[in-house]
T-cell receptor, first 116, second 115 residues
Framework: KNEVEQSPQNLTAQEGEFITINCSYSVGISALHWLQQHPGGGIVSLFMLSSGKKKHGRLIATINIQEKHSSLHITASHPRDSAVYICAVRSITSAVSSGSARQLTFGSGTQLTVLP | NAGVMQNPRHLVRRRGQEARLRCSPMKGHSHVYWYRQLPEEGLKFMVYLQKENIIDESGMPKERFSAEFPKEGPSILRIQQVVRGDSAAYFC?????????????FGDGTRLSIL
């Protein structure tokens, strides 16, 4: 079982729909990241959170530490939101160990396609 | 205020050649991470470096791969005697000072193709 599981793997939505992407992890973490990757492009860090909720524009990220679960929501989705969304965690073990202090473990990504 | 700069964006090599991938971190960042994304797979950690030091190379293949982050200049990921299985996108990320929860800023990646 992977340490970080994302669902769904693929998601197609109509423009304007509310979108939710889920991330579950099996280890204690110090932080969770949501990243966006466009086709053939680089990776953009959307959020880093360790508790509660963060909002940036139409994007909202939440995390429940007790349940080891995070969600990324996109309100009023748009075709330009089409991308792969990746969840990544930094485990507590790696955080306290000076050797592997800050490596990330990634989910396999969710391919989002928003149709006009 | 340039972000993380990786070059080249695309690199083609023949089997047996060497590949050098460069990463210039964001200004003021002294921590560099290299990640690899194989075709149809997720990102995997390779190595974490600070200036002149390798902190964690637990994700690096034991042979043919090496990384450095000299006092001056970019971080270099070097792959010797490349094989077809090295074809992947290699991403670099950087973060500022020490501290447990510093965000990582990613570059656009280098797409390595082995003929």
């Amino acid at each position: 079982k992977n340490e970080v599981e994302q669902s769904p793997q693929n998601l197609t939505a109509q423009e304007g729909e509310f979108i939710t992407i889920n991330c579950s992890y099996s280890v204690g973490i110090s932080a969770l990241h949501w990243l966006q990757q466009h086709p053939g492009g680089g990776i953009v860090s959307l959020f880093m959170l360790s508790s509660g909720k963060k909002k940036h524009g139409r994007l909202i990220a939440t995390i429940n530490i007790q349940e080891k679960h995070s969600s990324l929501h996109i309100t009023a989705s748009h075709p330009r939101d089409s991308a792969v969304y990746i969840c990544a965690v930094r485990s507590i073990t790696s955080a306290v160990s000076s050797g592997s202090a800050r490596q990330l473990t990634f989910g396999s990504g969710t391919q989002l396609t928003v149709l006009p | 205020n340039a972000g993380v700069m990786q070059n080249p964006r695309h690199l083609v090599r023949r089997r047996g050649q060497e590949a050098r991938l460069r990463c210039s971190p964001m200004k003021g960042h002294s921590h560099v991470y290299w990640y690899r994304q194989l075709p149809e797979e997720g990102l995997k950690f390779m190595v974490y470096l600070q200036k002149e030091n390798i902190i964690d190379e637990s994700g690096m293949p034991k042979e043919r791969f090496s990384a450095e982050f000299p006092k001056e200049g970019p971080s270099i990921l070097r792959i010797q005697q490349v094989v077809r299985g090295d074809s992947a996108a290699y991403f670099c990320a950087s973060s500022p000072q020490s501290g447990r929860n510093q965000p990582q800023h990613f570059g656009d990646g280098t797409r390595l193709s082995i003929l």
